[in-house]
C-alpha cells in the first residue's frame, strides 16, 4: 500500500499532460481549470507552469505591478 487516498491528485505529469496544460494556459484558461482537467492540483499547475516556461499568463499580459 502506498499510503496515498485513492481519490489524491496523481503527482506526476506525463509529456502529454504538460503540452495540454501548455495549450491550455497559453490559451487563457485559469490554472484552477487545467487542474480540473487533468486530475492535478492548481499549485501543481502553477508550479509546472513556471518550471516549464509556459510564459506569462494571457491575463496577465499588460498588468504593472
Same mark, same amino acid.
Given at each position: 500500500?502506498? #499510503?496515498?487516498?485513492d *481519490?489524491?491528485? $496523481?503527482?506526476? @505529469? /506525463?509529456?502529454?499532460?504538460?503540452? +495540454? !496544460? =501548455?495549450?491550455?494556459?497559453? !490559451? &487563457?484558461? $485559469?490554472?484552477?481549470?487545467?487542474? #480540473? %482537467?487533468? &486530475?492535478? /492540483? =492548481? *499549485? !501543481?499547475?502553477? !508550479?509546472?507552469? $513556471? /518550471? +516549464? &516556461?509556459f510564459g506569462? %499568463?494571457?491575463?496577465k =499580459?499588460g @498588468?504593472? +505591478?
Open positions: 500500500m502506498s #499510503g496515498r487516498a *481519490n489524491a491528485k $496523481s503527482p506526476r @505529469w /506525463t509529456p502529454e499532460e504538460v503540452e +495540454s !496544460a =501548455r495549450r491550455m494556459w497559453q !490559451a &487563457g484558461k $485559469s490554472a484552477r481549470m487545467i487542474a #480540473g %482537467h487533468l &486530475g492535478k /492540483t =492548481r *499549485n !501543481a499547475v502553477i !508550479a509546472k507552469a $513556471s /518550471t +516549464s &516556461g506569462v %499568463h494571457p491575463a =499580459r @498588468w504593472v +505591478s
